[in-house]
């Protein structure tokens, strides 16, 4: 998929308002990487499939009745604000926390939020010092192992709750490694825009 097939494939879903907080995001992103290390420099020139799209395939699969959601380890707001741009429309009820501990990349965060007129809480703290948020969804983006993600999310999850983690071609063995401490279900969704990365579902997380 090309960098304007993407674009188009986000056009098509969402209305001409939140591609416009997109475009912004997108704009401002570039601006601010030149200070602030807030993308792999490789993945610059293809904001759109790599982070704008790959950020909202997460939203496809929240619950319609999810009202509290944490992104942790936000860094330059995926997938938690492409998400909570997408939501300000759709699910306005929906409350979104993005978590993330560099305090230039939370000045970022509420930067882009501002100006693209999204509500959503930063919270500049390691995500070990956080109180338990009680959200239905959490979700995360190449922050830690699997085993790690769920010891991050597992305080944080509401009955019910679950989780929405990406993950790259070593998914598998991330999974098998976690279930050492971990039990859970796990629904295995293929990635829209990388045919080695997946999403994963994790419902009923709770220690072995």
């Not at 950020?55 to 699969?61: C, E, T, Y």
């Not at 959490?138 to 830690?144: D, G, Q």
């Not at 989780?163 to 991330?174: I, P, T, Y």
Request: aromatic letters at 4%; glycine letters at 6%; one cysteine or more.
């Amino acid at each position: 998929m090309t960098e304007d097939e993407a674009k188009a494939a986000l056009a098509a879903r969402v209305s001409r308002e939140t591609l416009e907080r997109l475009e912004l995001y997108a704009q401002l992103l570039t601006k601010w990487q030149a200070a602030i290390n807030l993308v792999a420099p490789s993945t610059l020139s293809q904001i759109w499939l790599r982070h704008m799209l790959d950020s909202a395939q997460v939203f496809d699969h929240a619950p319609d009745s999810a009202m509290r959601w944490i992104d942790l380890g936000s860094g330059g707001g995926f997938p938690g604000l492409v998400c909570a741009a997408l939501a300000a429309e759709t699910r306005p009820g929906l409350r979104i926390t993005l978590v993330e501990s560099d305090l230039r990349k939370g000045a970022f965060l509420r930067e882009a939020a501002r100006q693209m007129g999204v509500d959503v809480a930063v919270l500049t703290r390691r995500i070990e010092d956080l109180q338990p948020s009680h959200s239905e969804i959490v979700s995360a983006r190449a922050l830690a192992p699997l085993g790690a993600l769920c010891g991050y999310a597992h305080p944080h999850l509401a009955p019910g709750g679950i989780c929405l983690f990406q993950k790259g071609a070593r998914h598998a063995e991330e999974l098998e490694l976690a279930r050492q401490d971990w039990q859970m279900d796990v629904t295995t969704i293929p990635s829209v825009t990388d045919p080695d990365a997946v999403l994963l579902k994790l419902e009923n997380l709770r220690h072995a």
